[in-house]
C-alpha cells in the first residue's frame, strides 16, 4: 500500500521533472529571448512542482532518503514518466506541440487530484493548477499561431503533432498503483477524462487549421519504467552532478 | 529570426491603488503574445497585478533636441513648486 503510494506519487512528479528537464535544455537558446524566457519559467514551475512530490515521497519512503535521493539517483528504469514528457526538442514546434498535449492531460488529472482524501496531493494540485492553466493557454496560443501562420509553420507544427500524437494514449494507461490509489480515494482515474482531453484537444487543433492524427498505433511503457532511447541521455545531464560529486549540496 | 517582431512597451501595475509604470519593453508578433511575454518577462518575481502593453510606434515621444525650449523654461520658476507653504505637523506624505 505504501509502496503503491511512493509509485503513484512518482508517476506524477517524474512527469514535471523530466519535462522541466526538457524545457530547462532550451535557456539560453529559444528562438527570442521573450520565448526563452517563457518555456525557461514554465520549466521552473513544473521543477517547484516535482519537488513538493519529492519532499512528499521521501516521507513516505522513509529512512533517511531525501528529495534529491529520489530526483537524482534513480536509474532509468525506474522513472515512471510518460513517453511524451521524454521526447527531444528537435525544434519549437515539436516543443510547443508536447507542451500542448501534456498541458491539457496535467491540468485535467490536477483538478481531479485536487478531490483526493490525500490532504497533501490536494494541496499541491491546488497550487498547481493555476501554473498549469497557464502553461495550457500558452502552449494553445502557440498551437494555433504556428497552424495559422505561414506555410511552413503550418506544415511544420502538423508534423510536430502527428509525430507525438503515438505517445498520447498512455497518459490514459493505468498502472497498477493507479488502479490502487483510485480505489482508495486517492489517485485519478484518468480514464474517465480521456474523450474530454481528446474533445479539448482536437477542438484547438481544428481552431488552427490543423489536422488530428488518426493513428491507431500507439506506444506505451514509460509509466512501466520503460523508455525511448531519449530518457537515458537526458539523466545523464540531469544526474552529472550527483554523480560526480556525491551528496552534494546546492 | 532574420526579421524582428515589433516593439511593445511594457507597464506593469505593482499593486492595487497605485499607477502603471513603464517596466521596459519586448517584442512580440501582436498584443496578445506581447502581454503574454510581458507577463513572463516582467512580472516573474512577483512584480505586479495588472498589465499593459502599446504598440511602441503608437507613442508619440518629445525630440531630446528640443528640450532647451520645452523644460529649460521651468528650471528657474521655482514658485511653481509648493514649498512656500508652512506645512501643518499633522499633515503627512506630502
Redesign the interface.
Known sequence: MKEYLYKYILGIADNSLILGQRLGELCGHG?????D??CT?ISLDLFGQSRSYYQYAATIKGGNTTEDDIAFLRKEREYLNLLLVEQPNRNFAHTMARQFLFDHFHLLLLKELEKSTDFTLSAIAKKSIKEVS?HA??SS?WIK?LGNGTAISHDKIQIAIDSLWTYTDELFHQTEADKTMVSEGIGVDVTKFKEIYLQKVSDIITEATLKTPETTWFQKGGKQGVHTEHLGYLLSDLQYMQRTYPNMEW | ?KKN?PLWEVFVRSKNGLEHRHSGS????DA??AL??A???YT?RNEGVSIWVVASNNITASNPENNGELFEPAQDKVYRHPTFYELPDDVKHM
Do not use: C
Request: glycine share 0%.
Open positions: 528562438p527570442s529571448l521573450e520565448i524566457i517563457a519559467n497557464y493557454r500558452f496560443d499561431r | 529570426m517582431w519586448l517584442h512580440a508578433a496578445e503574445m503574454e511575454n507577463r513572463d518577462v516573474r
